[in-house]
Nanobody
Framework: QVQLVESGGGLVRPGGSLRLSCAASGRAFSRDTMGWYRQAPGKQRELVARITRLGKTNYADSVKDRFTISRDNDKNTVYLQMNSLKPVDTAVYYC?????????????????WGQGTQVTVAS
């Protein structure tokens, strides 16, 4: 069974840093785009950062130059380094894996999600 498990969340003061990890199991995601999303209370889930199989990244404008997404395919793990954290970054952060396979026999797309890890930025 495929599982994505986030860790590293917690309470941090404004201006502080956290490093989130997403450990995947049940499937190798080295060929897939991985991402981090977040959802604050009463708000829609939003994309924070993504990284492709080739290492291309993109970020939400609100986190550019503060967050860095990376991946270690040998460990089947994705990371999100969060620096200069702000109270508005407070949310549950979710790991995502987007699988897209297109062959002569079949086309397959699926999104896997982790359970989320709470990040709270407050004094």
């Amino acid at each position: 069974q495929v599982q994505l498990v986030e860790s590293g969340g917690g309470l941090v003061r404004p201006g502080g840093s956290l490093r989130l990890s997403c450990a995947a199991s049940g499937r190798a995601f080295s060929r897939d785009t991985m991402g981090w999303y977040r959802q604050a209370p009463g708000k829609q889930r939003e994309l924070v950062a993504r990284i492709t199989r080739l290492g291309k990244t993109n970020y939400a404008d609100s986190v550019k130059d503060r967050f860095t997404i990376s991946r270690d395919n040998d460990k089947n793990t994705v990371y999100l380094q969060m620096n200069s954290l702000k109270p508005v970054d407070t949310a549950v952060y979710y790991c995502n894996a987007h699988v897209s396979i297109s062959t002569i026999e079949r086309a397959y797309e699926y999104d896997y999600w982790g359970q989320g890890t709470q990040v709270t930025v407050a004094s």
